[in-house]
């Protein structure tokens, strides 16, 4: 006899709200009230009971049918997302692929495309892109079809000290940028919909100034603890609805909704991007604060601080959730993708930190110069292979300095970074091996000092700064020798090559690369190509070639480049250029087109 626990399980009276198909097939006919017990079936008992003539009975099924038509209908024609109570895994996949396909057509619009060309190229384009892209690898070849010859570029102006950061926005509308004045600008990128774009160049928002605290008095018994850096923030700093300091970092969200910033306030400022209104503070780190990072997708920040320790937050709940520890100096930067990843680097600690937080565990990349004989004992014969411009790079006769600080990294996809230090290195690593795939030396050329004593006297230009266009093969680097120079990586993942210049006079302190469509030149003026024709019937493409008018291609994508430029490093002011010529304290913003 079976147990009664199992014959009541199929017997279970589904919601109004999301019935199955098989439920609707046995409540249609209630002639068979038995299959479904009194439970089962949602005729009334006494329904059934007086169903004793034949009339009677088809005139309560015609109800009941009409009553499980409108209410069933919809949830039948259209196969929405509910779950059904027999339906198997593979038919659960298939359900769920065909809305997934449907909201793509909606998205692309009903009569703008040919179905099969649909099929054929972009849908199957977009699943492709996201299926690589939540599997965290590199899917976006383009560095050959970036247009670099005379690239559109915006500068902007609105702070008075150097720059520290500048961050885009994901859909490129807004540009954010920081100062040690210790104010925030927000700069919109596109016109309104009120203005025609051509009227309508890019201006000055909003700004976030500094807040002024009066500074405490001095006293014998507390001035210890009132200095800064020592872990205490006075009462007045922290409920400051702004920051009383330098802002050296800033983050937006992936959704464009929230603003985060940090600085020598200690604070980590949480902005609405909408309303240009503070929302809070949080107050853990007990240091400087020099790196912030949304993890993609999500609220999630990750902060690094001068204090060795990194904290998580989520703005969803607006709460503290965990703080990391490990580096054994200031930590300079942090970067960070849409896996449960990030990646920081420890100044003079030679380090580079790659915490898997949901595992609760750490993998530590050691960077700088060793001497030969231990190169050799832990390398073998390796090292002899890059000496003459094998795996590690850089080529016979090409002189190399050893590294003694680790300022900065950048992710490309989820086990391929790249570092960039005071030795003006730029080094490839992968989370599968312990020292670098490919190394850069000298990146960014020498700094040559003229000495009383000792003549010219030559130092590698330090890395300032790392961006990396996310899952793709484009990186820039920054420093202070006029340039950002962008850099290729090849198919399999291993190398680096030039790619070529931008210029920009001054300390870059910030880089970020983001892609947009195509489409954004229509309404950004200011990012359109203005290289003129090769002759009156032909223009020309991104390799140079001339194409006639009639058969140009307009741009796939953009990818938007942003810089901020100092005087004076982002993190000191060891070096200033404040008396060369073309060094300003400005915000840049390339439109670099793809073919």
Excluded at 175 to 181: H, M, Q
Excluded at 343 to 350: I, N, V
Excluded at 360 to 379: A, H, I, P, W
Aim: aromatic residues 6%.
């Amino acid at each position: 006899m079976p147990d009664s626990f199992f014959s009541s399980s199929k017997k279970r009276k589904r919601p109004i709200a999301g019935p199955s198909k098989s439920a609707s097939k046995h409540q249609s006919n209630p002639s068979k009230p038995g299959k479904f017990g009194k439970k089962g079936n949602k005729t009334p008992v006494k329904n059934v009971k007086k169903r004793t003539q034949e009339s009677d009975e088809t005139d309560e099924d015609d109800d009941e049918d009409i009553d499980d038509l409108e209410l069933r209908a919809e949830d039948v024609e259209e196969g929405s997302g509910e779950e059904d109570e027999n339906e198997t895994p593979a038919q659960k996949r298939l359900r769920l692929a065909k809305v997934y396909l449907d909201g793509l057509k909606e998205e692309l619009g009903e009569g703008e495309f040919d179905a099969a060309e649909i099929d054929r190229e972009i849908i199957s384009a977009r699943l492709q892109r996201d299926v690589l892209e939540h599997a965290g690898k590199v899917h976006l070849f383009i560095a050959n079809s970036l247009s670099l010859a005379t690239p559109p570029t915006l500068r902007l102006r609105s702070h008075k000290l150097p720059l520290t950061a500048a961050t885009l926005s994901e859909n490129g509308h807004y540009l954010f940028t920081s100062s040690k004045d210790g104010s925030i600008s927000k700069h919109t990128l596109l016109p309104s919909s009120s203005t025609s774009p051509s009227l309508s160049p890019p201006t000055k928002h909003h700004q976030f100034r500094k807040i002024i605290v009066p500074k405490p008095k001095k006293s014998k018994q507390k001035a210890k603890s009132k200095e800064p850096g020592v872990g205490i923030i006075r009462e007045e700093v922290q409920q400051a609805q702004g920051h009383t300091d330098e802002v050296l970092c800033l983050a937006v969200s992936s959704d464009g909704k929230y603003l985060v910033s940090g600085g020598k306030d200690r604070k980590i400022g949480v902005w609405d991007v909408e309303s240009e209104s503070w929302i809070r503070a949080f107050t853990g780190h007990r240091d400087i604060i020099s790196g912030i990072t949304f993890r993609k997708g999500t609220h999630q920040i990750y902060t690094s601080s001068y204090d060795r320790t990194l904290k998580i937050h989520d703005l969803t709940t607006m709460g503290y959730v965990e703080t990391l520890f490990g580096h054994q100096d200031p930590i300079l930067s942090i970067d960070s993708l849409r896996g449960e990843t990030a990646l920081s680097c420890g100044g003079r600690d030679k380090s580079v930190r790659y915490w898997k937080i949901g595992d609760e565990t750490q993998l530590v990349f050691r960077g700088g110069g060793k001497s030969r004989l231990r190169e050799v004992l832990e390398g073998g014969l390796e090292d002899e292979e890059n000496e003459d411009g094998g795996e590690g790079g850089g080529g016979r006769g090409e002189k190399r300095f050893i590294e003694g600080s680790i300022d900065c990294v950048a992710m490309i996809d989820e086990v391929t970074f790249v570092s960039g230090g005071d030795s003006g290195s730029i080094s490839l690593w992968n989370t599968q091996k312990k020292k670098p795939l490919f190394t850069i030396p000298v990146a960014h050329g020498l700094h040559t000092i003229h000495s009383a004593t000792e003549g010219p006297v030559s130092s590698p230009r330090w890395i300032t700064s790392l961006g990396a266009l996310r899952y793709s093969d484009t990186i820039a680097s920054g420093s202070w020798d006029g340039e950002i120079r962008l850099w290729k990586l090849d198919e399999k993942l291993r190398t680096l090559s030039a790619l070529g210049c931008i210029p920009a006079m001054g300390f870059v302190n910030s880089l970020q690369l983001i892609s947009v469509p195509g489409s954004y030149i229509d309404e950004a003026a200011w990012a359109r190509s203005s290289s003129p024709p090769s002759t009156a019937d032909d223009t020309v493409d991104a390799n140079g070639t001339a194409v006639p008018i009639g058969k140009a291609k307009k741009a796939d994508s953009v990818v938007l480049l942003s810089a901020a430029l100092g005087q004076e490093p982002r993190l000191g002011r060891w070096m200033r250029m404040s008396g060369e010529e073309g060094v300003r304290n400005v915000a840049l913003v390339v439109a670099l087109h793809c073919s």
